[in-house]
């Protein structure tokens, strides 16, 4: 959840994505890239106090896709223990929602993330 000065919120209630990955293996690297489609949906509002009088927040929700692209490394350490770490850019475009105490009657946000992830995995 995100909270914003004036008592907005927004909240990511789900997400995912649905991706592929190709890679080619050097003796225990894997290099590899990987992209396909995510998703999200999300809520918020609140009680907006710009200057003049306090007015509720408008309530908003809604569930977005778009694409997401990375590229990646794993390194098994031994024939059972791998480690990975990569880096994924996912763009879900933006949404707009009303905010009339700002006067310009709404806010536009952008959809993006930057996310470098760390695993660890054991094969049995």
Do not use: C
Not at 28 to 54: C, D, K, S
Not at 83 to 111: I, M
């Amino acid at each position: 959840m995100n909270t914003g000065p004036n008592g907005e919120s927004v909240t990511l209630n789900y997400g995912g994505s649905l991706r592929g990955q190709v890679g080619y293996a050097y003796d225990r690297f894997l290099p590899y890239v990987t992209g396909g489609v995510a998703f999200i949906n999300y809520n918020g509002g609140g009680i907006q106090t710009f200057p003049g009088p306090i007015v509720p927040g408008a309530d908003y929700s809604g569930t977005k896709a778009g694409w997401t692209v990375g590229a990646g490394l794993a390194y098994a350490f031994t024939d059972h223990f791998v480690a990975n770490v990569d880096y994924r850019y996912t763009d879900l475009g933006s949404t707009t929602f009303d905010t009339p105490a700002a006067g310009n009657g709404g806010t536009e946000v952008k959809l993006k993330e930057n996310a470098v992830k760390i695993g660890f995995s054991y094969k049995f």
